[in-house]
């Protein structure tokens, strides 16, 4: 089992950036596929941008293609979620999650296993 905390949301004004991060417990990081998810208030949680457990494929929604970039360091256990011009629509919580043992990626959140607590990211002019 992993154990995944984000962390890098906040405040920022449209147009602005913010670098989210997901570090997980455990050994075997290297073999789990990893996703972003978000949920604005009222909203269901909606896929945002997956990345194999190697890093060589990557997938995003349309509503983040050219502004967002998810990558991820082995090494150091870690996901990130680059997130540029940010617009007003991209608030809400943002959630980490993890899948064991499969090369692939998915947009679907009930395929992954294990899920973050969430960050918030707010932008407000």
């Known amino acids: 089992q992993v154990q995944l905390v984000e962390s890098g949301g906040g405040l920022v004004q449209p147009g602005g950036s913010l670098r989210l991060s997901c570090a997980a417990s455990g050994r075997t990081f290297s073999s789990y596929a990893m996703g972003w998810f978000r949920q604005a208030p009222g909203k269901e949680r909606e896929f945002v941008a997956a990345i194999s457990w190697r890093g060589g494929s990557t997938y995003y929604t349309d509503a983040v293609k050219g502004r967002f970039t998810i990558s991820r360091d082995n090494a150091k256990n870690t996901v990130y979620l680059q997130l540029n011009s940010l617009k007003v629509e991209d608030t809400g919580v943002y959630y980490c999650?993890?899948?064991?043992?499969?090369?692939?990626?998915?947009?679907?959140?009930?395929?992954?296993?294990?899920w973050g607590q969430g960050t918030q990211v707010t932008v407000s002019s």
């Open positions: 999650a993890a899948r064991e043992g499969y090369s692939g990626t998915s947009n679907d959140w009930t395929w992954y296993e294990f």
